[in-house]
């Protein structure tokens, strides 16, 4: 959905992005659950439905509402993510991005447990976005769950909108002793094929023709 092509949609994003930031969404959180971009979700919360809005970012929404919501569906997208990752070579960890992503990355370790002599192990990874006071530095690996260090990782998430985030994670892997394999997404708004060496593979890949 673009979102050019009209003012009822553009309302009803409006509508929803200032719902979410009355319930306390930080601007990164409303950007995850809108799939869009970070500058969009802030133009978003920033409009006044009475009065005429500023120009939009450019940018696309993307609603898998009828994915996300049946496991059945669910469980055969991440099928169709494990066998691209796959081909990148077999993962000890499959890191879930927050939240969108991790879903896919606990049914991907799941069906890849099953195929591996070793186990697959799940890993969740908080962004930086979605903290109250956003700054440089980068999101963090969860303590609850598998560990990255020493171990071959597939990173995972629903949409790639700029890279960032990616970004952000792969750094942590690496840092954390960890060797990223692959980056998959359902979606990618950005056109990438790699970020700091780290192919990107996704399911659908969006572009703009202007």
Same mark, same amino acid.
Do not use: Q, Y
């Given at each position: 959905m673009n979102y050019n092509y009209g003012e009822t949609m553009k309302d009803k994003l409006i509508k929803k992005a200032q719902d979410l930031r009355s319930h306390g969404f930080t601007t990164g959180e409303i950007a995850d659950e809108l799939n869009v971009s970070i500058d969009t979700a802030r133009w978003l919360t920033l409009q006044k439905s009475t009065e005429k809005k500023s120009d939009a970012p450019i940018d696309f929404a993307i609603n898998w509402k009828n994915l996300g919501g049946n496991s059945t569906r669910l469980k055969h997208v991440s099928s169709a993510l494990s066998d691209v990752a796959?081909? &990148?070579?077999?993962? *000890?960890?499959?890191v879930g991005i927050a939240i969108s992503g991790i879903p896919f990355a606990t049914m991907m370790a799941e069906s890849l447990?099953?195929?591996?002599?070793?186990?697959? +192990?799940?890993?969740?990874? &908080?962004?930086?976005? &979605?903290? /109250?006071?956003?700054?440089?530095? *980068?999101?963090?690996? +969860?303590?609850?769950? %598998?560990? #990255?260090n020493g171990k071959k990782v597939?990173?995972?998430d629903d949409v790639i909108t700029? %890279?960032?985030?990616? /970004?952000?994670?792969?750094?942590? #892997?690496?840092? +954390?002793?960890?060797?990223?394999?692959?980056v998959t997404v359902l979606i990618d708004k950005a056109g990438l094929s790699?970020? *700091? %060496?780290?192919?990107?593979? +996704?399911?659908?890949? #969006?572009?703009?023709? *202007?």
């Open positions: 796959l081909s &990148h070579g077999e993962a *000890d960890v499959i447990c099953e195929i591996s002599e070793k186990g697959t +192990s799940l890993a969740v990874f &908080h962004p930086n976005k &979605h903290r /109250k006071e956003m700054d440089t530095g *980068d999101g963090a690996i +969860s303590g609850n769950f %598998g560990s #990255v597939v990173i995972v700029s %890279g960032n985030t990616v /970004k952000e994670v792969i750094r942590s #892997v690496k840092e +954390s002793g960890g060797e990223p394999l692959v790699e970020i *700091d %060496g780290v192919p990107i593979e +996704s399911l659908i890949k #969006v572009t703009r023709l *202007d």
